[in-house]
């Protein structure tokens, strides 16, 4: 079989796909992955295939632009991103893949892999389609928590239809134009409301998450859970021998970070550092930007522009993350207390996923100051009971099943093609 996988984030998003892919070349199968430029050098050292969906400009000025950011801002600049830059050419890209092996290809897509399921459609291959994180199911259940939206489980089930229907009158037009005009330039009927149902809409609805981390809803549609595929290069990208030495030359550390995207998370970590230096504890600053971290490095204080996390958050004494998926979970996997300080997207869902599980705590990024920052480290530095809920979800994080589920799942697909015309051909 020929699979073709269209992941579209930043690395959180797109390494886990990275691993899944691995795990099918492993078995045989020819792998193209799809991605934004930036990622090619991880594609290709895991041996995949790799094809550029879009531009390192495009996504260098998305990430650099501070309303990335912004609870409200953030998701339709990056929905337009992805769908100015990149859509019709994933699109197109994906076609010509599938139509040299119309017979034994199958798709996999992203959350926003808006072009795959096109793809699908159009040429009726079968299509999974993958959420890395719970707050992508929408449920008058348990609503996914996101920034300024008050739906507590307690309230009534239409109050909660109404924030989705709220949110989507603000991201649809960020993506419907764009996607509507591909989809009638292919005989294809418009969508309305795409995050409604039509993300879920495949052969297969695969979680990569377990459901001990985001249970089944009553009104979630029908899904596979893998669990966590956790990839980050940790065996092809060791350590640096200067960071090693200074992990083991003193106590745990505390590793801060706020996501390999964000270029503009310098009160984060200025708050970062003064708060470990005020608990006497070392801390490590991982970001890309170095502006970000200038002036607040010295013996216990260490900046890395980048680090395997499954080689070091286990090592260390917590884990302090923006509260994106992939961070989540290898602070899952670690057994290590985590705190979530959440902008937007899915970052304060995950967080409070985190909480409820008992393992960690969070602070908004616009109240983390000093004084929270301290309170909150220190409580899950010294509880117990945190500690102990960190190591029992980690004892249940096996990644290698989970990519093996993973993997079952994408192959099962290829056994549900549908035998329509191609409406293009």
Known sequence: MHFVIEAIGSAGDVHPFIGVGAALAARGHGVTLLANEVFRPAVERASLTFLASSDAEG?????????????????????????ELGFP????????????????????????????????????????????????????????????VWAPDASPRWWKRFWFWLGDRIVDPSICPTLNAERTRHGLAPVRRPFQEW??????????????????QPDWPVVRFAGFPLFDEGTQRPVDADLEAWILAGSAPIVFTHGSSNLHARR??????????ALSRRALL??????????????????????PFSRVVPRSAAFVTHGGIGSVAQGLAAGVPQVAVPMGFDQRDNASRVEDLGAGGCVPLSRWTLKRAVRVLDRVLSDPAVALAARDAAARID??????????????????????????A
């Not at 984060?268 to 230096?277: P, T």
């Not at 989970?402 to 035998?419: G, H, I, K, P």
Request: some cysteine; charged content about 25%; glycine content about 6%.
């Open 59 to 83: 996504y260098r000025r998305v990430t650099g632009d501070p309303d990335l950011w912004d609870p409200v801002r953030g998701p339709k600049k990056v929905l337009g991103w992805v769908m």
């Open 89 to 148: 050419r994933t699109l197109d890209l994906i076609l010509e893949r599938v139509r040299a092996r119309p017979d034994d290809t199958v798709l996999l897509a992203s959350t926003l892999g808006f072009a795959s399921r096109c793809a699908a459609e159009i040429t009726n291959t079968p299509l999974v389609v993958a959420h890395l994180a719970p707050s992508l199911f929408r449920s008058a259940w348990r609503a996914p928590r996101f920034p300024g």
């Open 199 to 216: 993300i879920h809409r495949g052969d297969v609805v695969l979680a990569l998450f377990p459901e001990w981390f985001g249970p089944r």
């Open 268 to 277: 984060f970590f200025e708050v970062a550092a003064s708060a470990a230096r």
């Open 286 to 307: 991982v970001t890309v930007e170095p502006r970000s971290v200038e002036g607040l490095t010295g013996p216990d204080v260490r900046h890395t522009s980048y680090v």
């Open 399 to 424: 990644p290698a099943a989970a990519r093996d589920a993973a993997v079952a799942a994408v192959e099962s697909a290829s056994r549900t093609r549908r035998t329509q015309p191609d409406p293009s």
